[in-house]
């Protein structure tokens, strides 16, 4: 069936770097994206979604890519901090009266101090 | 504002015995509410999800079953517990017509 993939499992960066985790999905109905941060033993806290409208879309410190002719969606975070250390999931879905977000596997970031 | 309480954090259960791990939101009413299953090193699997009390639809065939019995509660049980169902369970809730999720604290569940 349709789903969504990560192309890195593990991101190692030094603290200050910039990081850029990337997000592949197949299904060409997805209209809605949207990023997750993990730490570790908690629930999934939302940093940022994207309409399939828009191609890119700021937060505070954060950047989302939308690329549907390739159907790829990239996460930037500028400055990278060790509080960004998490696993990150991109998830998927189209519009319906319930959410359908279909996940990834997440990538496990890693940031040095 | 809104928030969801999970509970509890984390539950050894031996084989064979029973399950019940309540979930409740507040700040909102009418809530789209869902159970997630998160293996070790694997996404998120939903199990179950509902848009309204009494009404629960069911993702995938399993050992586990839910319940709504209140607007802003949700009740995930099993009646004999299996090895396979250990894993981080997590709770969650959308606005209605809206795929943007929020999730609990997540509960880590060992069965023994």
């Known amino acids: 069936g349709e789903s969504v993939g990560l192309h890195l499992p593990t991101l190692s960066v030094q603290e200050g770097d910039n990081s850029i985790i990337n997000c592949a999905y197949s299904n060409s109905a997805s209209d809605y994206f949207i990023w997750y941060k993990q730490e570790s033993g908690k629930g999934p806290q939302f940093i940022i979604d994207i309409r399939s409208n828009m191609d890119k879309r700021q937060g505070q410190r954060v950047t989302v890519l939308l690329n549907k002719t390739v159907k790829h969606l990239s996460l930037q975070i500028a400055a990278t901090q060790p509080g960004d250390s998490a696993v990150y999931f991109c998830?998927?879905?189209?519009?319906?009266?319930?959410?359908?977000?279909?996940f990834g596997k997440g990538t496990m970031l890693l940031v040095s101090p | 504002s809104q928030t969801i309480h999970q509970w509890p954090a984390t539950l050894v259960q031996p084989v064979g015995s029973p399950l019940s791990l309540e979930c409740t939101v507040e700040g909102t009413s009418n809530p789209n509410l869902y159970w997630y299953r998160q293996a070790a090193g694997r996404g998120l699997q939903l199990l179950f999800y509902s848009v309204g009390i009494g009404q629960i639809s069911s993702e995938v065939p399993q050992n586990l079953s839910a319940s709504r019995p209140q607007d802003r509660q949700f009740i995930l049980s099993s009646k004999k517990l299996l090895l396979s169902d250990s894993g981080f369970y997590l709770c969650a809730w959308s606005g209605v017509e809206n795929e943007k999720l929020f999730f609990g604290s997540g509960t880590q569940l060992s069965v023994l």
């Open positions: 998830a998927e879905s189209t519009n319906s009266g319930y959410s359908t977000l279909t």
